[in-house]
């Protein structure tokens, strides 16, 4: 663990990017009020824009004040923090930026007699990450495997040949301990929690298994365009911008057997194996169990939203697709024959995260109104809920069953602020701690695990590309996809991010569509 005393050495390349501003300094500046940080730090950031430091901290404290889950910042803490930041004006592209960095981080321990952690975050296009790369190597400004590291965020390559390139090229320069590939979604709160769920309690884990559960669904719908990202999203897609990691992600939390030990790599290498068994697709099989779709014109929340070919930077006649849902096998002893159905989505109707584990039926039907097999539902966002839905007589004379639902909300449960996603993240990080972080070759299996999807659609671009408009919940096929498992995909009420439950006719349509 870090020590309070020990200093730390905090660099951001990419300092006027987006990721800084809405993410990053809100996070470090979060940690810095709560009393994570060390005592002792410093904050570099690195862009090639000549800023005026003072304009600079100015335009960080405008993303806090927009973006911090804390609301305005404390005027004496952003003081105090702010004075630990500062603007490194340089090109990544020449060596002399990063003598100059070194400089700068070596003043800072020099004053403080103390070499301490050093921490480099790449906030920024792909294409700089192998010179960033280089030249920390060549300066010798990360050379210390116990104590300095890198941060690389997705994507993480285009397909399997440039990520195994991109690892190669990382490795010959830094040890294995010292990257962390980052994935926003592995310090969400309620995935986090999975781990505790699944393997704290008794009473689930023997049930989570082939035996017991009948299909899982992982939806993760995003209410949002592509926006202004129409330029990197045209060149990307759902498939590698969500599927690949995000979703594959919540697979091997959900699937994987019981660590030896909460430990990084033990964690680590059970997420591995349950992508090495996750049955390949092949060219046939790609068009009958992974669907596609790319939304059109339509409405949501009220306001009119254009289809994907007429957003900016998006080229006309683009097959790129905006939806993707799968139907993948593991095939392994405790999941052989259970089916687990990923989608993602833009231009959908509500922002939600959700998985749903639907058990298998009961085999003692001595109700007639035993209709709904148990659900368990844990969704991440907007609402962090776990519930178990389950029959329940309802008061009265006769037996009458009606579904009902037991949950734990942590807004009911937990009064405390939650940390966001990067605040957990770059915590672990300076404390050398990669529980949360992919590995080399957990990244390159999720890519074998998506190539043959890429090969085929490359090979036939129009092939089974699906519309739906803006506002609905994809295409129909996608529906189809779950048969005979289900009729439909599992979705929560919401309404103005608020998890609402549901009315008993909003139950029992749920209840036939899933059966």
């Known amino acids: 663990m870090i020590r309070k005393t020990f200093p730390s050495a905090i660099t951001i390349f990419g300092a006027k990017g987006d990721l800084t501003k809405r993410k990053l300094i809100p996070a470090l500046y979060n940690l810095y009020a709560d009393n994570h940080l060390p005592?002792?730090?410093?904050?570099?950031?690195?862009?090639?824009?000549?800023?005026?430091?003072?304009?600079?901290?100015?335009?960080?404290?405008?993303g806090i004040n927009s973006f911090s889950r804390t609301g305005q910042a404390n005027p004496e803490k952003w003081a105090a923090f702010s004075s630990r930041i500062h603007y490194v004006q340089g090109d990544f592209m020449k060596e002399e930026t990063y003598a100059t960095l070194k400089d700068r981080i070596k003043s800072f321990e020099d004053v403080e007699q103390q070499r301490g952690v050093r921490m480099f975050y790449f906030a920024v296009a792909p294409r700089f990450i192998e010179v960033i790369a280089d030249s920390l190597c060549k300066q010798k400004l990360c050379n210390r495997d116990a104590l300095?590291?890198?941060?690389?965020?997705?994507?993480?390559?285009?397909?399997?040949?440039?990520?195994?390139?991109?690892?190669?090229?990382?490795?010959?320069?830094?040890?294995?301990?010292?990257?962390?590939?980052?994935?926003?979604?592995?310090?969400?709160?309620m995935v986090q929690n999975i781990l505790a769920f699944r393997f704290a309690n008794y009473v689930f884990e023997p049930l989570w298994n082939k035996k017991y559960i009948d299909h899982i669904e992982i939806s993760v719908a995003e209410e949002v365009s592509v926006g202004t990202r129409g330029g990197y999203y045209d060149s990307s897609g759902a498939l590698r911008d969500?599927?690949?990691?995000?979703?594959?992600?919540?697979?091997?939390?959900?699937?994987?057997?019981?660590p030896k030990a909460y430990e990084a790599e033990a964690i680590r290498d059970a997420k591995v194996k349950v992508l090495k068994s996750v049955r390949p697709l092949t060219a046939q099989s790609v068009f009958k169990d992974v669907v596609r779709g790319q939304y059109t014109a339509g409405e949501i929340a009220g306001k009119p939203q254009v289809g994907y070919t007429d957003e900016p930077q998006v080229a006309k006649g683009s097959a790129t697709e905006t939806f993707v849902a799968a139907r993948l096998f593991i095939d392994n002893e405790r999941w052989k024959g259970v089916p687990f159905f990923l989608r993602t989505g833009k231009c959908m109707p509500r922002q939600s995260s959700v998985i749903m584990i639907q058990f298998k039926d009961s085999p003692h039907k001595i109700f007639k109104d035993d209709v709904q097999p148990n659900q368990l539902i844990i969704s991440i966002q907007p609402e962090l809920e776990i519930g178990l839905m389950f029959e329940g007589k309802v008061p009265g004379l006769h037996m009458k069953l009606e579904p009902v639902e037991m949950d734990f909300m942590y807004k009911d449960d937990f009064k405390q602020s939650l940390p966001e996603a990067y605040e957990a993240l770059l915590l672990d990080v300076l404390e050398g701690d990669a529980t949360q972080f992919m590995r080399d070759d957990q990244i390159e299996a999720a890519w074998k695990l998506v190539m043959p999807i890429l090969d085929a659609w490359k090979k036939s671009p129009k092939k089974q590309l699906n519309s739906y408009a803006a506002g609905t919940w994809g295409p129909k096929a996608a529906s189809n996809l779950l048969k005979p498992f289900a009729k439909d995909w599992f979705k929560l009420m919401h309404e103005n991010g608020v998890v609402e439950k549901m009315s008993e006719p909003e139950i029992k349509a749920q209840i036939v569509a899933a059966t």
């Not at 690195?46 to 405008?62: H, I, R, S």
Request: glycine share 4%.
């Open 242 to 258: 969500m599927i690949q990691n995000h979703l594959l992600q919540l697979l091997c939390i959900i699937a994987m057997d019981c």
């Open 39 to 62: 005592s002792i730090f410093s904050i570099y950031c690195v862009d090639f824009l000549a800023v005026d430091e003072t304009e600079y901290k100015g335009w960080l404290l405008e």
């Open 148 to 189: 300095d590291r890198i941060v690389v965020e997705k994507p993480f390559g285009t397909d399997l040949d440039s990520a195994r390139k991109l690892n190669r090229y990382l490795t010959q320069r830094f040890k294995k301990k010292q990257i962390y590939h980052i994935d926003h979604y592995l310090g969400k709160e």
